[in-house]
């Protein structure tokens, strides 16, 4: 990782924080974009997604400060809007969308020069989510749809990409413990949540850093078009309470 030059979307908070110090406690020069910076010396870039064209400029003004790209991780989500069918109105959908998908699109078609030029092999990550591409959850229909279509990004760019030596794979986290989770639920609810992991426990960001550092290691060469799950198997837990 030393010297790689990393590109985080969403780098302010949470996973995308932990993302970002992880790829800078292995020599990684790395910015990254998002609303609001954070109390830390990594180069920030300020960007609002709710605008898609933002992203292709984030991309380009980062390869331009950092004289190249090799791995960009798009981790900017919005949970929001918040509601049943019919609750929410077709121009809050789209807001949600433009940040959580078409943003990822416009991040990645600018990034394939850069990346194409990159003599590490080009990386392009998206932090998914187990909401859309794997289960359901009641009144986050226009999150999941951004998720669900995010992986289908992935796949169909994965193969088009494979020519000019980038790989495109995602990141699918389950229940992690974020700071905003906690701020959200109480300790009992949160306990809740670490029951329903078969290991007793929720995720952490850094579980999630690990995963997106692996995919831009040189070990991960050959995967390509890959969803990696970090739920701890959450998701294949068909009755916790059988046999």
């Known amino acids: 990782m030393k010297d790689q030059a990393v590109l985080v979307f969403g780098g ?124 359901g959850l009641s009144g986050m229909a226009p999150y999941a749809m951004a998720k669900a279509g995010l992986e289908g990004l992935v796949r169909t760019a994965a193969i088009e990409l494979a020519s000019v030596g980038i790989t495109v794979n995602a990141v699918e986290p389950g229940l992690i413990r974020t700071e905003s989770l906690e701020a959200n639920y109480g300790p009992e609810r949160l306990a809740l949540m670490d029951a329903m992991i078969p290991g007793g426990a929720m995720g952490t960001p850094q579980d999630i850093a690990a995963a997106v550092q692996f995919l831009a290691s040189p070990g991960a060469r050959h995967i390509n078009g890959a969803v990696l799950v970090v739920d701890g198997a959450l998701t294949l837990t068909e009755n916790p309470y059988a046999p």
């Open 12 to 135: 302010n908070r949470g996973i995308g924080a932990a993302i970002v110090d992880g790829f800078v406690h292995d020599g990684a020069r790395v910015m990254y974009a998002s609303r609001s910076p954070r109390a830390s010396t990594v180069p920030f870039i300020e960007a609002d997604l709710t605008d898609p064209a933002v992203g292709a400029q984030v991309v380009d003004q980062a390869a331009s400060a950092m004289g190249a790209l090799d791995t960009v991780v798009f981790g900017s989500a919005t949970f929001d809007p918040r509601g049943g069918l019919g609750a929410v109105s077709l121009e809050q959908v789209t807001e949600s969308l433009t940040v959580n998908l078409l943003s990822a699109y416009s991040a990645l078609t600018a990034a394939i020069n850069h990346l194409t030029d990159s003599d590490r092999g080009g990386r392009f990550i998206a932090i998914s989510s187990i909401t859309g591409p794997r289960t």
